[in-house]
């Protein structure tokens, strides 16, 4: 089943555009509707704040750490490093659950759903998709100005500890005028919502969050060339008999002629094995089971969705040191491998408890077990060939280096 996409999207500097009346029109402190002049005014104000919010490790309880110290604008605004997850908190001591995502190409996520249909599709043969899209892993927030609130506040990243405490030292900072000149009341509920709205308007800025200049785009536009090997990647990450990536990872355009954002946003589970580097893991009754909780909270019960996590898009995956929800694997190599290999090798990705039996999906509780994805290019017996080999996996490799920005100037 390939479900593709049509996220409402539209080229780069439009949706800019289009983005300028909504912020303005949902501004309290603003007394009328503005011009269009006066909006696109303040949208740019908001930005250029929200950039400087975005790098100033002032806003965090330990006075060192920043949006950027995790998303880093040289990784793509992922994470600079190869730790899974990063260090936080008030004395930079406090671990994080998750690997860190790459702050691109959010623009295109959907807000959350938990039923997914096509709008492609007639209704008579729409499939419902399941829960898809939100942000985060786990699609627990929909707007960047909301997800602002989770890093700002948490006690392991940002550990601000109230907005108050956020507001004061934007206060305090080279930018703190112009931040309550925007705000328009200088009260903490106002200025904080300023500042998470600022923060949504420089995530806006398509040249630095969305700016579609890989070898992949430029090869879409009939720019470029792709080599051999590239080419033989790509057939194989939509080949349905080998990778079959692209079922999920979606490589083309869609009917609207949107460029293809290397997923379909459901919320799919894996399986992939436990990382016992996570601190919190080290509890062995703990799990990070995604959409049904422990951290997301309103699908707490749902056995159904236990185990599920965003599809990420690909874009730029190549600047990654760390891959999947709880950044277990380490290479780009290894990530591609176990698509391969889960089935066929799983003594290779799980540890043997102590009869020497393979703990198979060993970050999900039995009863969850189920709730794994088996189709191709999973779903090989143990022992069997792979449905990939290694120059096979070698090539899907080079090929996703085709999806790193940069390559247009
Ligand atoms: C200590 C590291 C750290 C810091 C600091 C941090 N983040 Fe994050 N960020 C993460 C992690 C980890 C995730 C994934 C969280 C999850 O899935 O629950 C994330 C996710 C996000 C997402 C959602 C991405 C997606 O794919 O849906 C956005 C947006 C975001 N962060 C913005 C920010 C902003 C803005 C700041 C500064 C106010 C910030 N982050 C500070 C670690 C960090
Ligand atoms: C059934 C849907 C599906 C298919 C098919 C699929 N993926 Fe994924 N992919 C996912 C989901 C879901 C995740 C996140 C899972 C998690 O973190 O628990 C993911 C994560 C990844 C990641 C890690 C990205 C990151 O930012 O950490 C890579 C790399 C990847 N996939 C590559 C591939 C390749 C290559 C193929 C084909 C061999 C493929 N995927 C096939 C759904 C799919």
Not at 60 to 72: F, M, R
């Amino acid at each position: 089943m390939k479900r593709v996409l049509s996220a409402v999207f539209l080229v780069a500097a439009v949706a800019v555009l289009a983005q300028i009346p909504r912020l303005a029109s949902s501004t309290e402190a603003q007394p009328g509707p503005l011009s269009r002049k006066a909006a696109a005014e303040r949208a740019s104000a908001l930005a250029a704040v929200g950039r400087k919010i975005f790098f100033d490790p002032a806003l965090s309880g330990s006075g060192k750490l920043s949006c950027s110290s995790c998303h880093d604008p040289a990784f793509a605004y992922g994470p600079p490093n190869a730790l899974s997850v990063q260090m936080g908190g008030a004395n930079l001591l406090r671990p994080g659950l998750r690997a860190v995502s790459s702050l691109r190409y959010l623009q295109a996520v959907p807000h959350f759903t938990e039923h997914y249909f096509d709008s492609g599709e007639s209704a008579s043969e729409s499939v419902d998709g399941g829960p898809t899209g939100g942000l985060t892993w786990d699609g627990r927030v929909d707007r960047i100005r909301e997800q602002a609130r989770i890093p700002l506040l948490s006690d392991f990243e940002s550990a601000n500890e109230s907005p108050a405490a956020v507001v004061a030292a934007a206060r305090r900072s080279p930018y703190g005028p112009e931040l309550l000149k925007l705000s328009g009341s200088a009260g903490t509920a106002p200025v904080f919502d300023t500042i998470l709205e600022s923060l949504e308007a420089w995530q806006q800025d398509y040249r630095q969050f969305y700016p579609y200049s890989s070898k992949y785009d430029a090869w879409l536009a009939g720019k470029t060339s792709l080599s051999e090997a590239e080419k033989r990647g790509l057939q194989l990450f939509t080949d349905p008999r080998k990778g079959d990536c692209a079922r999920c990872h979606v490589a083309t355009r869609d009917g609207n002629g949107s460029p293809p954002q290397f997923t379909d946003y459901a919320m799919v589970a894996l399986g992939v094995p436990r990382n016992r580097e996570i601190h919190a893991n080290k509890d062995p009754h703990w799990f990070d089971l995604g959409l049904c909780g422990p951290i997301r909270t309103d699908f707490r019960g749902r056995d159904e969705y236990c185990g599920r996590f965003r599809t990420p898009s690909l874009r730029n995956v190549a600047t990654r040191q760390v891959f999947f929800h709880n950044g277990v694997v380490h290479s780009l190599k290894d990530a591609v491998e176990f698509y391969a290999q889960r089935d066929t090798n799983p003594e290779k990705w799980y540890p043997r408890d102590a009869t020497g039996k393979v703990m198979k999906f060993d970050d999900l509780p039995t009863q969850y077990q189920r709730n794994v994805e088996t189709g191709s290019p999973f779903g090989r017996s143990p022992g069997a060939t792979p449905a990939l080999s290694e120059e096979e996996v070698a090539d899907i490799v080079t090929f996703l280096g085709t999806l790193t920005d940069g390559f247009i100037r």
